[in-house]
């Protein structure tokens, strides 16, 4: 006699984990997601997740780097390769306004860990770009590209306060100005007059 056979469940994943992550993140930040509001959500066990992650901070980083992965890449080895000049830094300003425009979850997961109390690790990849960033600048300085007398800190730290806060609260400000937070245009309109107010300020004098 012929058993029946058995129903075989699709394969559990790291991505089935990742995705229900990235979503309870999203609604409810690091400190208010539990890992088993997480295994729920993706039909898993706890122990499952661990095995796979070790711990919701790493879960978190995890769901971060996927996020950004295509980006870091990018953006590293167009650092490395690129030829020094304005133009160069101008490309990695649109490049990541247009990742946070294109995913605005992305800037949600942000936000949230920027209001966490809890200290949590850089990535290494966020490390390694930061890097080859500063480099950049430094290179660019001692060529007379950049004014000498900007601290390359600082300057790096301004790029992402432009575009980050632009998505935290622009519909805020757009009030103040009377323009519609609502239209699609004004993404673009800030983008422009950012990059001339900003990059005719680094020019050397």
């Keep these: 006699m012929d058993r029946p056979k058995k129903q075989h ?3 559990l994943t790291r991505d089935v984990i990742l995705d229900a992550a990235q979503k309870i993140f999203v609604e409810r930040g690091f400190s208010d997601t539990s890992m088993s509001r997480i295994a729920k959500e ?9 095995h796979h992650f070790g711990s919701k901070e790493q879960l978190w980083r995890e769901v971060k780097n996927r996020r950004f992965e295509d980006y870091f ?18 490309e990695a300003i649109v490049r990541l306004f247009d990742v946070l425009r294109d995913e605005p979850d992305t800037m949600r997961l942000i936000c949230w860990h ?17 890097a080859l960033g500063l480099a950049r600048i430094r290179e660019a300085q001692e060529i007379g590209i950049i ?20 998505f935290m609260a622009r519909h805020e400000y ?19 007059n950012m ?11």
């Excluded at 650092?79 to 020094?84: E, F, M, N, V, W």
């Excluded at 920027?114 to 930061?130: F, G, K, P, V, W």
């Excluded at 390359?152 to 806060?165: A, I, K, R």
């Design 9 to 11: 469940q699709p394969p």
């Design 42 to 50: 993706a039909n898993v066990t706890k122990s499952l997740i661990h």
């Design 73 to 90: 890449a990018t953006q590293k080895e167009r650092l490395r390769t690129a030829g020094i000049g304005v133009e160069g830094l101008k």
């Design 114 to 130: 920027l209001l966490e109390t809890t200290e949590l690790e850089r990535h290494e990849e966020e490390r390694e770009l930061t």
């Design 147 to 166: 004014r000498p007398d900007i601290d390359p800190g600082y300057l790096l730290v301004s790029f992402f306060c432009l575009v980050f806060h632009w």
């Design 174 to 192: 757009l009030r103040w100005i009377e323009k519609d937070p609502s239209s699609e245009s004004t993404h673009q309109e800030y983008l422009d």
């Design 195 to 205: 990059l001339k107010i900003f990059f005719e300020g680094v020019l050397p004098r």
